[in-house]
């Protein structure tokens, strides 16, 4: 046994417990619920489910997998090829298993992020048969230290008859201490969540489990996986020019402070690319009070721009993931890592006045917003936190460029395919044409903040002659049901959202 | 001075304020901005509203109207007529006032209840200017004792220069007492709000503001605006007697106890009545955490199945409201009115595990709920405190008779025409067909349950036809999306939701 091991697993008789992935995957039986570690791809277990894939490529093997979030590297691909995932929630990211679920092979249950265990505490839904949990350690008294991500982790364990843990050594024992696991309790007894500020530490350092339901433990040596997010472009550098605009509007009028309010950003590379926008903005002293930690995060730190940042996961690009983890101390102390349960907690959101960004797939004149679904019917990824956030915060920011398919999709549609968000959720939409601050404003006002600030022709001035026709009809929310989704149709008819007359004419981003 | 005055305005300077309603109204400008008392008919300014239509008719007066909810009375008919509405948020109930928001003539900002006032805070919306309060008393300190809401009287009065207080002498001084005003403070300040049962008393029993803010009191003597909501009648009946025998179900599973959890109940006649079920239920020892008490909450009371119930507002028929108004005292410690931002607070409503029961316009078959448009344009009355509710329940029900308008509408369509609540909020689906339990379900399990147990037939066997259409182009959220919307369209043009050959066939409930 090494120092190393030593350091890692903590009681010895645990020790015992090391084994293969191949055999701790036999923990898992035919009909089992998985509760697994991993969000936005950090965290994630990364030996035991492809162990579990084989497994299904040989013998009868379907599993309900639940997460905190997205998983990386290629265990949701392995899982859908070898047809082992029949249920998947809370969200999902991969093509290979969203194509599965689009096609109805997988039954995926899209929730917001911060209730899967208030339905599991509360067995409104199938309970946990068994957990896998990365760690870096297991502490003296039975701990288990998660990695970059806490997501779901700890009360699936809590919840779990059996944990399997993989023990990752390309992790640094540095982490640990990073993580704050606070868990509600059941209700009736639950109290408030004593969160005041973004920084405030209010639970422990690991998940606290009696040792004796860790059944296995698998050591692995495997970094995450990074983050997909593509480098902030044109368009997103004026959608986050905009909104600094607004900022600095709001704090003109004595709304917000230098130091805003603590941020929430949408995982991806818009709501990134928007906070890595505040590098070159006059606000100071930042916070973040968000699910993703993604680059921009420790680029506003770099930056003296950023005090603190509580999250429930890191997932960054490789050259910046190389940077954090490898100087992790030059960070620590202004980070904590929370269950996404209370990252994304409707009780502090509210309290702390988060201002919250997420990106919209598309949004319609009266800033009601879809997330999730191409066309109304096929998943992208999930509402993820957006819901918990949205609802909750301060301010509710959506941002998305404002075409699609080099112009053939405008994001900005007479009516949405999909509902996610609520117009009453959506106070601030802005695209690279310019921002809409709907706040205070009735439905017919939002169409015209909207369709004059958010849109480019041609696709601006079919919304003016849709918004002629619908008011004309009369109505709160005016709108002609038989064109409402046409654009749409078109587009599935035709390859474009455009009148073939409008085709030539359109200005490609 | 009568005794009476002296004991409800307990400063003896503020009774030189005491003056008549056309001259209180004179406080009010051209382009002021009114918050209002009134939630759901209850504990609204009786004749200040009415002297200002007055004036309105005969010299230039625009004003912005907030309340808490929809006001009784003839006052929201009367400034509608007299052309005085500019705007009003956040709620409204009133025929007339509906007209004009549909014809686009008052811009209506439909707002969820508990967060107009954060709005107003944080200064987001246009300030108030004048507070118009109905009170039972102004206590020795200068605190406003609220009647029967209050609503965002609190927040009102705290936030306007100005306050013209309405004395009602037709409310009980009894009243005094049942109110419990907790403010949250400004962010960043702002603590956990203390409520960890519905029951908890956390603020004080008046409105606390300076009295000099005080520029004149009203003396009127007038009831509330009784409820209008309709007797159970037998598919109501139906709906109750499904989710009486799901929640016995549930504590059969052992996921809920005989007292069930803290109920809402949404305002009106559904609801109502489906509380009103619980009566001759086996369960005992209820609470009630929810916005606006009805008849139910005083029937379960009387029937010794309910303990104590928590609102903002109490809202009857002419009947109940003659019967408890006049035996206040024997309901008294079993009652607490709070603020709407506190009886619909996220926070309290995760905390507490509240099971909500709030009413559909109509549904789609993916669960996601309208509950404001007819047809998708045209406002019904607005989202209240569904969205407070439905999105941090423990359990969000939701509730529809099958059909409307003698079945040539169907409430469970393809696609909603307008959407306020997203599918992950609506847990249960029910109608006096049957009761979907969609916990836990993809979107296509829960068109499944939702079809087969919530929907008759000629409208069923359409939806059916309408999915196998739908899954055969596939998707996580199969849709027509030429279709999605053609039954609506087909109402429009036809008067019916049914295809022509159909006509003949629908049962008419």
């Known amino acids: 046994m090494s120092d190393q091991l030593k350091q890692r697993i903590r009681i010895p008789r645990l020790r015992d417990k090391i084994t ?13 619920t998985i509760g697994m570690s991993g969000f936005t791809r950090a965290g994630d277990a990364k030996v035991v489910p492809l162990a579990l894939a084989d497994r299904a490529r040989h013998e009868p093997l379907k599993v309900t997998l639940l997460t905190g979030a997205s998983l990386g590297g290629d265990a949701e691909r392995q899982l859908t090829e070898a047809g082992a995932l029949v249920r998947r929630m809370p969200f999902q990211g991969d093509p290979t298993l969203r194509a599965a679920i689009n096609r109805g092979e997988v039954m995926y249950v899209d929730q917001h992020l911060s209730e899967t265990v208030e339905f599991l505490r509360s067995g409104q839904i199938a309970p946990i048969d068994v957990a896998i949990v990365e760690a870096v350690a297991i502490t003296e008294t039975g701990g288990i230290v998660p990695t970059t991500s806490v997501g779901n982790s700890a009360s699936f364990a809590i919840l779990a008859d059996k944990v399997i843990v993989e023990i990752n050594l390309a992790h640094s024992l540095d982490l640990e201490g990073v993580h704050d696991i606070f868990i509600p309790k059941r209700r009736p007894l639950r109290e408030p969540a004593p969160v005041l500020k973004a920084s405030d530490r209010v639970g422990m350092t690991a998940i606290d489990i009696p040792p004796e339901k860790i059944v296995a433990i698998v050591i692995t040596d495997r970094s995450d996986s990074t983050s997909p997010n593509l480098p902030p472009d044109e368009e997103t550098a004026a959608i986050a020019a905009h909104l600094v605009k607004f900022f600095m509007n709001e704090v003109k009028a004595g709304r917000l402070s230098e130091s805003l309010m603590p941020l929430q950003a949408g995982i991806g590379t818009i709501a990134n690319a928007v906070m890595s926008g505040l590098i070159d903005s006059p606000f100071k002293h930042l916070t973040m009070y968000s699910e993703v930690l993604q680059d921009s995060t420790f680029e506003l730190m770099d930056a003296g721009k950023m005090d603190f940042a509580s999250g429930s996961s890191i997932t960054l690009s490789p050259r910046k993931a190389a940077d954090v983890f490898s100087n992790f101390t030059k960070y620590k102390d202004r980070l904590v890592l929370r269950p996404q349960e209370i990252s994304n907690y409707p009780e502090i959101i509210r309290r702390l006045g988060i ?4 990106t919209a797939l ?20 999930g509402i993820g936190g957006s819901g918990d956030f949205a609802r909750n915060a301060y301010l509710s920011v959506f941002a998305t460029k404002s075409v699609a398919k080099g112009g053939k999709i405008s994001s900005i549609v007479p009516m949405v395919a999909h509902c996610d968000h609520a117009s009453q959720d959506v106070d601030i939409l802005v695209t690279e044409i310019g921002l809409a601050d709907l706040r205070g404003l009735a439905p017919r006002e939002r169409a015209q903040a909207i369709i004059n600030n958010c849109v480019a022709e041609p696709y601006r001035q079919m919304l003016k002659d849709y918004v002629a026709e619908a008011n004309a009809r009369g109505g709160q929310t005016p709108h002609v049901l038989e064109k409402a989704l ?23 981003a």
């Open 486 to 508: 046409s654009w749409h149709v078109r587009f599935q008819q035709t390859g474009s959202m455009l009148p073939e007359a409008e085709v030539t004419t359109i200005k490609v």
């Open 20 to 32: 293969d992935a191949a055999t701790a995957a036999k923990w898992i039986k035919n009909g089992t």
């Open 362 to 381: 598309e949004a319609d004149i009266y800033g009601n917003v879809n997330s999730t679904h191409v066309m109304g019917s096929n998943m992208m990824n």
């Open 355 to 358: 201002i919250a960004v997420n």
